[in-house]
């Protein structure tokens, strides 16, 4: 089993930025990759950003690329979303996954557990 708990969103105004943490607990953290994936009212969820185990590759949506960025430290069994130059359309709920099978894609399915999810408004 393994429990994540997002915490870090909020309000902020279009332009800002805000640093998402999600906390692991459980099995091993360094053991999986780690997702990120938001959900717009009336969206499906979708893919913002990805990172190995070992934190050596990242991967993005491409409407994130160079404007998010995924980290993780293993030492503190937490992986972080990086969000700058925020747009009204990155308004979200913002959900952490773990994939225990290692980075294996990009869609909700082949992630094994979620966190809650932390909201994120972007206000224009």
């Known amino acids: 089993q393994v429990q994540l708990v997002e915490s870090g969103g909020g309000l902020v105004q279009a332009g800002g930025s805000l640093r998402l943490s999600c906390a692991a607990s459980?099995?091993?953290?360094?053991?999986?990759?780690m997702g990120w994936f938001r959900q717009a009212p009336g969206k499906e969820r979708e893919f913002v950003a990805a990172?190995?185990?070992?934190?050596?590759?990242?991967y993005y949506a491409d409407s994130m690329k160079g404007r998010f960025t995924i980290s993780r430290d293993n030492a503190k069994n937490t992986v972080y979303l990086q969000m700058n130059s925020l747009k009204h359309e990155d308004t979200a709920v913002y959900f952490c996954?773990?994939?225990?099978?290692?980075?294996?894609?990009?869609?909700?399915?082949?992630?094994?557990?979620w966190g809650q999810g932390t909201q994120v408004t972007v206000s224009s």
């Open positions: 990172i190995r185990w070992s934190g050596g590759s990242t």
């Open positions: 459980g099995r091993p953290f360094s053991n999986y990759a």
């Open positions: 996954a773990a994939d225990l099978a290692g980075l294996r894609g990009t869609k909700t399915w082949l992630y094994d557990y």
